[in-house]
């Protein structure tokens, strides 16, 4: 496990709570591994497994970043998602019933998003530019992401796929304690609009934008 263990997102303690007696009471020990449920592109259609530091956006959260990326992109816009499956899967379902189409890719640890086939980039932050020969660089409109640790140290590594990938725009989600290193790495400035996760995690979450939003006000 890496040091940055101990910033991992974390479940309020009431949250935390309600799951263990979950678990205890439907006789399970934790997250299914291979439960991808039929609708592949639901949110949560994986299920949430906290070892990889998995904490999934509410229904509307998931909504309104994909709305925002698509916007941004602009028509036949390419996306990437990295660490984000909730906006990419989201992305999926919108974009079915678009004209004006986008192109998404999802950078991802976990290899159950495989699932997705081409769309999904098996992504370790730890080997930042370790990416396929046919991702190329500066080649998505915007790059959206959201790192699972809590660390300037994983955020700074992050940041050098972001800004490998991205012809110029960059969305940011991640904790409001990486106010600074967010702003010092990539230029990027915290939003007023204010994620929601599917459980209330303990640490209090935001966006940051490098480009003109509605998500700033
Ligand atoms: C805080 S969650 C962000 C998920 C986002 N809230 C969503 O709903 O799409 C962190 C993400 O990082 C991924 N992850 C875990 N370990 C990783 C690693 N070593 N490198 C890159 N991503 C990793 C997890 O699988 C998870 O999707």
């Not at 439907?26 to 592949?40: A, H, M, V, W, Y």
């Not at 994986?46 to 994909?66: I, K, P």
């Not at 660490?83 to 004006?100: E, G, H, I, M, N």
Request: aromatic letters at 10%; hydrophobic letters at 35%.
């Amino acid at each position: 496990m890496s040091d940055c263990e101990d910033d991992v997102p974390r479940l309020s303690a009431e949250t935390l709570a309600a799951l263990h007696e979950f678990y205890a009471e439907s006789g399970r020990t934790g997250p299914e591994q291979n439960s991808i449920k039929t609708d592949k592109f639901s949110v949560g259609a994986v299920e949430e497994d906290w070892r990889m530091s998995q904490f999934w956006y509410s229904e509307d959260t998931a909504a309104r970043l994909a709305e925002e990326v698509m916007q941004q992109a602009g028509e036949h816009g390419r996306i990437a998602c990295i660490s984000a499956p909730s906006v990419y899967q989201k992305l999926k379902q919108l974009d079915s019933t678009r004209s004006d189409s986008v192109s998404a890719v999802l950078l991802e640890f976990d290899r159950r998003f495989a699932a997705y086939g081409d769309e999904f980039v098996f992504y370790d932050y730890n080997n930042p530019l370790c990416l396929p020969e046919d991702v190329l660089p500066q080649s998505f409109d915007i790059v959206i992401a959201d790192p699972p640790y809590l660390s300037e140290e994983c955020l700074g590594k992050v940041a050098l796929t972001i800004k490998y990938l991205t012809k110029g725009k960059i969305l940011l989600c991640t904790g409001a304690i990486m106010e600074e290193p967010a702003g010092k790495l990539m230029d990027l400035k915290i939003c007023s609009f204010l994620p929601k996760h599917n459980h209330n995690l303990a640490n209090e979450f935001r966006c940051y934008v490098n480009y003109e939003s509605s998500l700033l006000s």
